[in-house]
């Protein structure tokens, strides 16, 4: 009977022991925010309906968020439990979230580098790619995109929407546009 106990003591010992050795993340491994349950689409993201692992690089998807979505993010597809979340799988709705008063507006960036150094928060004068022209004054940025198609997501007045459009259409080329950050309201 004693032999039997400790044969299962070690089995439990040797068992938990190899629990915890693969169940830390290895050094190569990154932050990833994924989803605890089913989330629908449409869902408004609130605590406890994602949470973060750490996943090896080549298992994530593009665009994967490292950190929860801040403010009343919503889902606009759905994900399954332990699906991880992108930029892509939010509407984009959500970034106003506390912006009174504006439209949410894509601006096409020629330069990952631009998107790469502006952050959300950041100002930036927006100029039309035709000739200089400042298009937006201290647009609020609410998020920039890298990859294939840099660009920002820019919080602006209707009235500016409609120019950054006009502006974009008027050059033949589509090119896109050009911005110039701001310092920031305490710095200046």
Do not use: C, K, N
């Amino acid at each position: 009977m004693r032999r039997w106990l400790a044969a299962a003591l070690a089995a439990v010992v040797v068992g938990g022991g190899l629990h915890l050795v693969l169940s830390q993340p290895r050094p190569e491994d990154v932050p990833v925010v994924v989803a605890t349950r089913l989330l629908p689409v449409g869902t408004p993201l609130g605590p406890g309906d994602t949470e973060l692992r750490h996943l090896p690089p080549d298992a994530l998807p593009a665009g994967a968020l490292e950190t929860a979505p801040t403010g009343s993010a919503h889902l606009a597809v759905p994900l399954q439990q332990g699906e991880a979340l992108t930029r892509a799988d939010l509407r984009t709705s959500g970034l106003l979230a506390g912006v009174d008063d504006a439209v949410a507006v894509f601006v096409p960036l020629a330069d990952a580098a631009v998107a790469e150094a502006t952050g959300a928060g950041d100002e930036v004068d927006v100029h039309s790619p035709v000739d200089g022209a400042v298009v937006a004054r201290q647009a609020l940025v609410l998020q920039a995109r890298t990859g294939d198609q840099p660009g920002l997501w820019l919080a602006v007045e209707e009235d500016t929407a409609a120019g950054l459009a006009a502006a974009r259409g008027a050059d033949p080329l589509g090119a896109a546009m050009l911005v110039a950050v701001r310092p920031p309201q305490g710095d200046r």
